[in-house]
């Protein structure tokens, strides 16, 4: 189980004295507009092992193709369809960059109230495979109380219906992908970060700030970038 | 066949019902421009009707890899006869990006066939199964921007901003899928809603299909939008294979960020390339994105800072940026505001570009202006202005003023002004192909002219252009070695056209040769089958050439062949392929024997034969030629040479038709299929109506 | 300076025109007598500007500079025949020695962008020139 000093590191994302300085004067400032829970609300929750593992994108790199949700439908339910991927991508192709484009992506909450919603444990965090939350296809018996439960705090929710094969679905780091020839999860490959044409899409093994986007949503471009035209800060 | 969604999407106008085809009967023709050709066939009984005739049929089609991951395969082919061409409206086709070929799988259809016309201004609303007929007063008038936002609101019932993404649909029930996507909507704006010919179709903010303008003839059907959204998925015959492939073709032709590769002096290239390297954007300073259509892998176009721009590319700001440039000293956001206007009133900007030349040559002459010969007031003064750019596309679009002359499309005003012939002999008016803006030029890069006059219009297709002519002659320009030596080109060239193997032999004998007759079949047939009916973009295949690939060798024909049998299950190979390019190429010629088409009208402009170089005079000082380097082989050595400042002979041009019909297996003298030629290529249903109205030999 | 510099500085050298030769070389000529310029694009295919004026010409070399190419950003150039520009600076502009300094000087040069770039800094040069002589007086 994580302890207490964990847990704040975990909302303060990654470790170090740096940020860790930079941890509460911050909250304070994003709690009222955050998206997700805030401080007061994610202290009285259960705390579980946090995952080792986090998808994390960038917003102003991303190109819109959907790649990274074709990839995702493909290697884990084998056909393609963008309502089954685990990451989405909007797009308002008339608004002004970057405010026209936006990634969301499983965040391995590290209070996850879709692991908590769950009657029947079909979604568990699996410790066999470096605590990522996933869903038990088998256990699932469809009551959508975690699709619920993420929507409470996402938006939109992470955790989508598969309403061709009726189970919940949820990124699971790419550790059951029967379609994909690779080994997944917090050790392996993701689809949608191998397949991202600009690698807008990476994982750490540092956990993001809990609270609000900025943990999630990071800067993924250098001087390559940059030298193509593209701004980089 | 894996990929397919398996019904087709009848829309009656007239009736205002719905119909199903199985796409099972229509499986040999696999998609795109091969559906549409045989579902026109069989759909439309007269093929002599005009363009605005209620039962002409405008047919979208897309591909088994339309949604998938096969790299580049976002794009959606439309079919019907257009009202572009001249003199005559032959069937004609063009094809647009963005999602909305995805989406209209994603709903659970391989395409839309358009007939009839409806009573009033409509739209129609497909979601999943429900296809729903709505009443579109009040979008007619609408730019193509502001109808799409109404009819996102509509469908989605929540705000366009990304700020309030959520998950659509959730009142259908959580077992009919939800999404988070907008529907993906196809519209017109004013140019089309006013059967001007130069209507395009428009979706999302870039995306056009405007050189057949087809966006004209849904205006004539009192049709203004398709909206399209599903959550049905794509069936894959072997997931596995089709993302290996991906990361094959993404991991040995394309270009690395961590270790970029020099880029041969252009952003553009076929299959590998840096991404953003062809929107408009960053010329204007301003901060940009890359963007992509559905699955692509290069994203070449751009979104921008302050909008203006967003996924236009190409002509959509060419057909203005000279004219910014000339009156700022330096591109401007003026140029991305012209191409914003292009988008919203939905006009081709084909016709913008070279219309603005044109007029601007007959007002300087003093031919055209106010209390001129031509009558026409347009503000001269702000040219390279948006304001200048909007007078002229709200004109032609609402048919006012010049504009209503302008309306009927560049070969038909110059007619009725009474100057068609002339301009057109000395180069003036620079229409080498069917009344289409010479795009690519017939004198210097043969398979580009020969392509749109065997063909119906600009053939607008890369496959050789960037290898032969782009690479080369800006090399030399710049004073580098091209990419590769001309005889190792012409190796690759070799190679990869299977199964004709022809070479690209570029000069003054080779032009006229076998060789190049098998070079143009080659590439009607490849573009036919593996470009427009599976929608592989044109921005990324052919790949003879690529910078990143294994010793500077393309995707192709490896690529195409992978994509497609890992979707569809199939395990076709290239060549056979190429035979059902063949099969559609034959049918399409076939519809055009029907409407007339003769080997005698299949002519270039005058100036094409008369002038040299890229005319026309327009002062001593003007009449010079453009560098166009290209390979050629010459007493047996093979080199890049200037070809510029030659013209085509005639007769010999005529000889050299001659040999492509003999290649075709068509009739020489009137460059018709032959009943054997249609029947071993399993059309002998076209065969017969072709012998019923006296247009087989 | 170097010896090489101070030469290569000699080259870019113009005598200061008379009043009524400034004015003919900024000013404007009739469409029969414009130069052309050709917009060369990887997509598009080629177009082509007539060009009047000294600052046209300018204005043209310099908003597709071939420089920017290589980085791959845009696949567009702007071309002008550097024979045909110089004899129409003789003949129309009645300017020969710029003429005969964009001759000399792009003959050193074997690629076009380097001679674009030269040919533009002799014409600013003698726009400026002449800007200021007219305006002096």
């Excluded at chain 2, 929540?158 to 309030?164: F, G, L, Y």
Aim: glycine share 10%; with cysteine.
């Amino acid at each position: 189980m994580v302890n207490r000093r964990d847990f704040l590191k975990g909302i303060a994302g990654g470790a170090g004295a740096a940020v860790a300085g930079f941890a509460l004067g911050s909250l304070t400032d994003t709690i009222e507009k955050a998206e997700g829970r805030s401080f007061e609300e994610i202290k009285t929750m259960v705390e579980t092992p946090p995952s080792e593992a986090y998808l994390l994108v960038d917003r102003e790199k991303c190109a819109g193709c959907r790649s990274c949700m074709l990839a995702c439908s493909l290697a884990h339910e084998g056909k393609e369809n963008l309502s089954l991927s685990r990451i989405q991508v909007f797009e308002d192709p008339l608004a002004g960059f970057p405010d026209d484009l936006v990634q969301e992506q499983c965040r391995q909450c590290q209070y996850p109230e879709c692991v908590a919603a769950c009657p029947t444990g079909a979604l568990s965090v699996d410790e066999v495979n470096g605590n990522v939350r996933l869903v038990d296809e088998e256990k699932c018996i469809g009551c959508q109380r975690c699709i619920e439960a993420c929507d409470q705090i996402n938006n939109p929710a992470r955790a989508a219906w598969n309403h061709e094969d009726e189970y919940s679905l949820k990124c699971d780091l790419c550790i059951d992908t029967p379609h994909w020839e690779e080994n997944g999860g917090p050790d392996g490959k993701q689809a949608c970060v191998e397949i991202c044409p600009v690698n807008a899409i990476k994982t750490t093994d540092q956990i993001p700030v809990q609270i609000g986007q900025k943990g999630y949503k990071v800067n993924l471009r250098g001087k390559n970038w940059e030298k193509l035209g593209f701004p980089s800060e | 066949m894996k990929g397919h969604m398996g019904k087709i999407l009848r829309l009656d106008l007239t009736n205002l019902n719905t119909k199903e085809i199985n796409t099972s009967e229509y499986e040999e023709f696999v998609g795109g421009h091969g559906l549409g050709s045989a579902i026109f066939f069989d759909a439309v009984k007269d093929k002599t009707i005009s363009a605005f005739h209620p039962d002409n049929v405008i047919t979208m089609m897309t591909s088994p890899l339309c949604g998938t991951l096969a790299p580049a395969t976002g794009r959606i082919e439309l079919n019907g006869i257009s009202p572009q061409p001249y003199p005559t409206e032959w069937y004609s086709r063009s094809n647009f990006g963005g999602r909305f070929s995805a989406m209209l799988k994603y709903a659970g259809y391989d395409g839309i066939v358009i007939e009839g016309k409806a009573d009033k201004p409509t739209w129609i609303n497909i979601v999943n199964e429900d296809v729903e007929f709505k009443d579109a007063e009040s979008l007619w008038g609408l730019d193509a921007w502001e109808t799409q936002e109404e009819i996102w609101t509509d469908v989605s019932g929540n705000s366009t901003s990304v700020d309030e993404r959520e998950w659509y649909q959730t009142e259908r029930g959580r077992d009919e899928g939800r999404t988070t996507q907008k529907p993906a909507v196809a519209t017109i704006g004013a140019a089309g809603e006013n059967k001007t010919r130069s209507g395009a179709i428009i979706h999302d903010a870039g995306n056009g299909a405007g050189n057949a303008a087809f966006g004209s003839v849904w205006g004539s059907k009192n049709l203004k939008a398709i909206s399209v959204l599903g959550t049905k998925s794509v069936e894959v015959a072997n997931p596995s294979a089709l993302l290996k492939s991906r990361e094959w073709a993404e991991d040995n032709y394309n270009n690395q960020e961590s270790d970029p590769k020099p880029n041969w002096g252009s952003g553009v290239g076929a299959f590998g390339g840096v991404p953003g390297a062809e929107g408009f954007g960053n010329i204007a300073e301003e901060q940009v994105r890359p963007q992509g259509c559905v699955s692509c892998h290069r994203c070449t176009r751009k979104r921008t800072e302050s909008g203006h721009g967003n996924e236009s590319g190409c002509v959509d700001f060419l057909f203005y940026d000279v004219h910014d440039e000339q009156k700022h000293g330096g591109p401007t956001k003026e140029t991305a505001k012209a191409g914003d206007l292009s988008q919203r009133y939905g006009i081709n900007v084909y016709f913008l570009e070279e219309g603005i030349n044109y007029l601007k040559h007959l007002h300087e002459r003093g031919i055209l202006g106010e209390g001129k010969e031509i009558e026409a007031s347009l503000p001269w003064d702000e040219l390279g202005n948006a304001s200048f750019a909007k007078e002229l596309i709200y004109k032609v679009s609402n048919k006012e003023g010049i504009g209503e002359d302008l309306a009927m499309g560049l070969p038909r005003a110059a007619k009725k002004w009474g100057r068609l012939e002339q301009d057109l002999n000395s180069g003036l008016l620079g229409l080498q192909y069917w009344g289409y803006p010479q795009h690519y030029d017939a004198r210097t890069e043969v398979e580009w002219g020969y392509g749109s006059i065997l063909g119906e219009r600009d053939i607008n297709e890369h496959d050789f252009n960037w290898v032969v002519y782009w690479q080369v002659s800006l090399a030399k320009l710049f004073g580098r070695n091209p990419p590769v030596k001309a005889e190792k080109l012409a190796k690759i060239i070799k190679d990869k056209t299977i199964p004709y193997n022809a070479v690209p032999n570029y000069s003054n004998e080779g032009i006229y040769s076998k060789n190049m007759a098998k070079l143009v079949a080659w590439h009607r047939h490849y573009t036919r089958f593996w470009k427009q009916s599976l929608q592989y973009c044109d921005w990324a295949y052919a790949d003879f050439l690529n910078p990143y690939g294994p010793e500077t060798r393309g995707i192709t024909p490896e690529g195409e062949t992978r994509f497609f049998n890992a979707v569809t299950g199939k395990d076709i190979s290239f060549k056979e392929g190429m035979e059902i390019g063949r099969k559609i190429w034959n049918l399409d010629r076939s519809i055009w024997a029907l409407q007339g088409r003769h080997r005698d009208q299949e002519e270039f402009a005058g100036y094409t034969y008369d002038v040299a170089s890229w005319g026309p005079e327009i002062s001593p000082h003007a009449n010079y030629e453009v560098p166009y380097y290209m390979p050629v082989k010459e007493d047996g050595e093979w080199k890049y040479k200037n070809v510029a400042s030659r013209s085509l002979d005639k007769e010999k041009f005529n000889e050299w038709k001659t040999k492509f019909y003999e290649l075709e297996g068509w009739n020489t003298e009137t460059g018709r299929p032959k009943r054997e030629t249609l029947e071993n290529l399993g059309l002998g249903k076209v065969a017969d109506e072709l012998e019923q109205k006296n247009k087989i030999e | 300076m170097l010896e090489k510099d101070k030469k290569k500085e000699k080259d870019f050298n113009l005598s200061k025109p008379s009043e009524e030769q400034a004015k003919k070389i900024l000013s404007e000529v009739g469409y029969g007598d414009k130069i052309a310029g050709v917009r060369m694009h990887a997509m598009a295919g080629n177009t082509k500007e007539p060009l009047g004026s000294l600052r046209e010409v300018d204005n043209f070399l310099k908003a597709k500079a071939p420089g920017k190419l290589i980085k791959g950003q845009t696949s567009s150039v702007n071309y002008i025949d550097p024979n045909a520009l110089s004899s129409w600076i003789k003949e129309v502009l009645g300017d020969s020695e710029l003429a005969k300094k964009i001759e000399k000087n792009i003959d050193k040069e074997d690629d076009y962008r380097k001679q674009a770039k030269t040919i533009r800094k002799l014409i600013e040069k003698r726009i400026k020139q002449s800007r200021e002589l007219i305006s002096e007086n």
